[in-house]
């Protein structure tokens, strides 16, 4: 048998190091060659690592959350043949396995012997001390006063039983006429009951876990703090009426075809967002603020926000401009999907160029989005209601929805961003002229 360091391989574009987000497997853990054995994240996406070749595990090298450098140790383990372990600052022992500290060097030095003490003189027999008499203990767990008596205790006592949440009413006093003392309340703290009702099960709970920031979820933090601190964010909001709009996704999901997906809004925002940009270019950009560069794109690809059970990742719709609704709206399940499964691929989650975010029949009145750097738009859907709309001096019950969108003040003006919503607002609200064009 022989040992075999696996070493965190290239994973391409550059990348230097990895973080550990999930092992596979454990220590003892028999594997074979292309099994996945750990989930690795860089500043891209999750990469799945698989095993070199068959063998057991003898050593995990980091645990979740730790960075690893590529061509560092990853994992240990024991295979068949010579394996490849030759490089002598590679601990291939298991941690449970580390050296024991060394036994202290033997005392060489004899002894003295130790003086003897004269004994004690003997004692007569004596009768055992009698032990003194034990207070009964009491137990303040039930009334012990008559219903509507008020408690006897000094004002000190009153409040120093409030702070501490007694209840006067259910103490037995040892003071004068039965009066509560300080030392009534220390043994009733001392026996750990609880002077009131017990059925009501109100208690303090003062437990604190704390949970380490790692994978994805850091990711997501970093992502968001950077994102907040590098760009001033200017927020617009819009109401839509999606009356018509709503009748005619209705009737398209009633008849569509058993191969075409449900249509829900998405599609439809996405079709008004390929239309509007040409308008307002500037909208559909990436912004290099340290080369000081905007990349404006010709080609829309939407990025969806979407929530997994790890944490928010956002697939790309790439080349909206050139699917239709139907087309659209298939893409959009199929990456959902993906990325909930935790399958995406790291180019299916980059590359964006506008991202849109919702949350769904909870999406409140308004949201504040924030940008998807580097990106400098991003639009936000919010619930849709019935509500009471005035028409034509006439009130109508109409479905609406507010758009909330936040833009990078930098490379969009104010003036242009409510330009933009403004457009896909008509778009929306007269949803014919989304076929157009």
């Given amino acids: 048998m022989g040992t075999y360091v696996f070493k965190l391989p290239d994973i391409g574009e550059g990348i230097a190091e990895a973080e550990i987000a999930e092992w596979r497997v454990a220590v003892g853990d028999m ?4 099994q996945p054995i750990v989930d690795m994240l860089t500043d891209k996406a999750a990469v799945e690592v698989p095993a070199p070749t068959d063998g057991k595990i003898v050593k995990l090298h980091g645990e979740p959350g730790d960075m690893v450098p590529v061509s560092s140790a990853l994992i240990t383990m024991e295979v068949e043949g010579d394996g490849n372990a030759i490089d002598a600052d590679v601990d291939i022992r298991p941690a449970e396995e580390a050296d024991p500290e060394p036994d202290p060097e033997p005392d060489t030095q004899p002894k003295a012997e130790s003086a003897q003490e004269p004994s004690a003189p003997a004692v ?6 009698s032990k003194p008499a034990q207070k009964p203990s009491r137990k303040p767990a039930g009334r012990t006063r008559p219903a509507g008596d008020k408690p006897l205790a000094s004002p000190a006592v009153r409040r120093r039983a409030r702070d501490e949440g007694i209840r006067l009413a259910y103490l037995q006093g040892t003071g004068p006429a039965g009066q509560i003392t300080h030392a009534d309340l220390d043994e009733h703290l001392a026996s750990g009951q609880i ?3 017990a059925a009501t099960g109100l208690v303090q709970k003062t437990g604190v ?3 380490k920031i790692i994978g994805i979820r850091r990711k997501i933090a970093e992502r968001m703090q950077d994102a907040k601190q590098r760009i001033p ?3 617009y909001v819009e ?3 999606l009356t018509e709009l709503e009748a005619l996704r209705k009737h398209m999901n009633t008849n569509r075809r058993d191969d075409q997906p449900k249509l829900t809004l998405l599609p439809f925002l996405m079709k008004a967002i390929v239309q509007a940009v040409p308008h307002y270019p500037q909208v559909n950009s990436n912004y290099d603020d340290a080369a000081g560069v905007v990349h404006q794109f010709e080609g829309v690809h939407i990025g969806i926000a979407t929530q997994t059970k790890v944490g928010l990742t956002v697939p790309v719709v790439r080349h909206a401009e050139a699917r239709d609704m139907w087309d659209s709206a298939a893409e959009v399940k199929r990456l959902a999907d993906a990325a909930r499964a935790g399958q995406a691929t790291k180019d299916e989650l980059s590359g964006s160029t506008i991202t849109i975010t919702s949350l769904g029949a909870l999406g409140g009145i308004v949201t504040t989005p924030v940008i998807n750097s580097p990106e400098v738009a991003i639009i936000g859907v919010n619930k849709l209601v019935e509500k009471p709309v005035v028409i034509d001096g006439q009130i109508a019950i109409r479905k609406t929805m507010n758009l909330s969108s936040s833009f990078d003040h930098r490379i969009v003006d104010g003036y242009d961003a409510a330009l933009f919503i403004q457009k ?7 949803p014919a002229t989304l076929f157009t064009s």
Avoid: C, S, T
């Avoid at 594997?31 to 292309?34: I, M, R």
């Fill in 31 to 34: 594997v074979e060659e292309d």
């Fill in 124 to 129: 007569p027999d004596q009768k055992p001390a």
């Fill in 424 to 430: 896909i607002k008509g778009l929306l609200e007269f």
């Fill in 239 to 241: 109401e839509i009426d």
């Fill in 195 to 197: 002077a009131g009702p």
């Fill in 209 to 211: 876990e704390d949970i």
């Fill in 233 to 235: 964010h200017f927020a």
